[in-house]
């Protein structure tokens, strides 16, 4: 019996067994063949169907988003963080105390006394307790300043942590005049949002020698910090449903 090429491409050349057999059976060129024939047959999605079906969608990712950030708000736990310091950089100054608040609950600092050095793993150690930390312009200045003081006096570092950073809701979000803590918490809660004022006296006399004006100095700015993350639990309950919180990344200090 004389041999034939496969019809659909030529691939190879085999003794038929039947008038229909046509193909060859080494590549399955009949099956291809006739998903072939299927793809050019079957009827084409208009322009409008595909839109549909993409709008559809966006509302529909838009809703798992919504639902997720909720069961995120309602079964993981979040802490308000901020810090005083001796001065803006860490390689001069050090860190006089750091205030937390878990949401819900009431706040709670370590104080540090004339330096922060028996104090910084303390810190470190109480932002692992909580599922996210929440700060204002925590990402220019609250966790490069800790991480900088681990560094320098040779303590582990921060590592991994979830961190979410208000300040960048108020400043991409809305349009207040100046993106301060202060000054977005006067616009939303007005008179309600005063809190105490930080002297030029105050700092210099937490740095003092006299233990006794220095520690007088230290409660002052430690009932300031506080007051601060009292503020960021309220603006984190004003502010918090315009943060997509599922898509908040784990970032190493």
Not at 117 to 132: C, N
Request: proline fraction near 3%; glycine fraction near 6%.
């Amino acid at each position: 019996m004389s041999l034939v090429k496969c019809e659909r491409d030529g691939c190879h050349a085999f003794a038929p067994v039947s008038a229909n057999h046509v193909y060859c059976t080494e590549c399955g060129c009949k099956r291809k063949n006739e998903n072939q024939v299927k793809r050019l047959t079957a009827p084409l999605i208009t322009n409008d169907e595909i839109f549909e079906a993409q709008e559809a969608r966006k509302w529909e990712r838009a809703k798992q988003r919504d639902d997720r950030n909720q069961w995120l708000l309602e079964n993981k736990t979040f802490c308000m963080f901020d810090i005083e310091t001796t001065n803006l950089d860490a390689d001069v100054g050090w860190i006089l105390c750091a205030s937390f608040m878990p949401m819900g609950e009431k706040p709670y600092t370590i104080r540090g006394k004339a330096n922060d050095r028996s104090v910084l793993d303390r810190i470190r150690r109480e932002l692992y307790k909580y599922d996210y930390i929440c700060t204002w312009y925590g990402t220019g200045f609250d966790m490069p300043f800790l991480a900088t003081r681990l560094l320098l006096n040779e303590k582990e570092p921060i590592g991994l942590i979830k961190h979410i950073d208000l300040y960048y809701v108020a400043r991409f979000k809305f349009e207040f005049m100046r993106n301060s803590l202060e000054n977005v918490a006067d616009g939303l809660f007005g008179g309600a949002a005063v809190k105490t004022k930080l002297r030029g006296s105050v700092w210099y006399a937490a740095r003092s020698h006299s233990v006794k004006e220095r520690e007088a100095a230290i409660d002052y700015i430690v009932e300031h910090c506080e007051m601060d993350v009292k503020e960021l639990g309220a603006l984190f309950e004003k502010l918090i449903s315009f943060k997509d919180i599922q898509a908040t990344p784990l970032r190493r200090f």
